[in-house]
């Protein structure tokens, strides 16, 4: 009955308990004290025995104020996650792959499999940068759909953008998850999200603060938006969350934006610090984390998390032999890390 489960390769998760997680790419800044009130507030007056509002209206209200689009452009989801699978299991004929690069966030691959679509993973260059000839080797093969995340977790560079661009060229519904952007300087693709019917952007709340109330959004031409939204469950976002998304988006933005100025200006420091060492290989990143390449991944990440300190190990993934991505967390905790790391290549003569 579950024949096609049985090689099913799930997500990864890392829940090594320590007293510094530095693994999942989540904004270490609490909510303040005054914010979280007015939610607890809200929170007690919710009638938990209704269905919440299918369609998010007030959110979806404050959500396209946030990210300057108009409502009727976006789909919510129970996290970036859940439409993910969702485009992948309504985009295009199922006889069509699925297209993606590597190494990059697998519920692409996850969704894929899970439905049973073909997948064409494209190998990214040895600076996990995009490749044309590559690209032209998968549209050869007829995708239906490409998804492209930029800034690329776990690698946190962005992407080509005119190669993405030229995917979209050719037919492919190019789907752009920019759940990092945030973080980066780079141009993002919400205009042409707007006005091209086959790209499709993906937003998350998950990096900037509120990982916890699982929220997702698609941002797409109107038309497109409608359709993809006839095949979203119903109530899928939760009263909690659309009380709580809604009231943080329209009086917490300010707390959100301190949140990522802090987190970008301590990504920077802790890269710099890092690349001193000669035997640590650091790669630049528009994310709220970055990739380092060290001599013997497992063994640093054993030797971290016994200082209770938790990254995550990517040397599972193709092309990251013994790379550790590193979130970003509290300046303390930036700190605490950076000795850890520092007393430990120094036993192991790594420097």
Not at 255 to 280: A, G, M, N, P
Request: net charge positive.
């Amino acid at each position: 009955m579950f024949e096609r489960l049985k090689k099913l390769k799930p997500y990864k998760t890392e829940t090594t308990p320590c007293k510094i997680k530095l693994s999942s790419n989540e904004d270490p800044f609490e909510l303040p004290l005054w914010l979280r009130e007015k939610i607890a507030t809200a929170i007690k007056k919710i009638p938990f025995q209704r269905y919440p509002d299918p369609t998010s209206t007030k959110l979806k209200k404050q959500l396209a104020k946030f990210y300057k689009v108009n409502p009727e452009n976006i789909v919510l989801g129970n996290g970036s996650d859940e439409l993910i699978h969702l485009l992948i299991t309504i985009a295009g004929d199922y006889s069509r792959p699925v297209m993606y690069p590597i190494p990059t966030f697998p519920m692409y691959q996850v969704s894929a499999d899970i439905v049973g679509r073909a997948k064409i993973e494209i190998p990214l260059d040895h600076n996990f940068q995009l490749k044309k000839d590559q690209i032209d080797k998968a549209l050869d093969k007829n995708p239906s759909i490409a998804f492209f995340a930029t800034p690329n977790n776990p690698t946190g560079n962005s992407l080509d953008r005119e190669l993405i661009l030229y995917t979209a060229s050719k037919g492919v519904l190019t789907v752009v998850d920019e759940a990092y952007i945030h973080f980066s300087q780079r141009e993002d693709f919400l205009n042409e999200a707007l006005t091209k019917d086959n790209i499709i952007v993906l937003r998350t709340l998950s990096k900037i603060g509120l990982a916890g109330i699982r929220l997702g959004a698609l941002i797409a031409k109107k038309e497109i938006a409608q359709e993809i939204d006839k095949a979203r469950a119903p109530f899928n976002i939760t009263y909690p969350t659309q009380v709580i998304g809604e009231i943080v988006l329209s009086q917490g933005i300010k707390e959100i934006e301190k949140h990522i100025k802090i987190i970008i200006l301590e990504r920077d420091k802790l890269i710099k610090k890092l690349s001193s060492f000669k035997k640590i290989k650091v790669y630049p990143s528009d994310a709220n984390f970055f990739l380092i390449k060290v001599p013997n991944g497992n063994l640093l990440h054993k030797k971290l998390i016994e200082k209770g300190i938790l990254v995550r190990n990517m040397s599972h993934l193709p092309n990251l032999e013994n790379c550790l991505r590193v979130s970003i967390g509290k300046p303390e905790e930036n700190s605490a890390f950076f000795r850890a790391f520092k007393q430990i290549i120094q036993e192991l003569d790594w420097t």
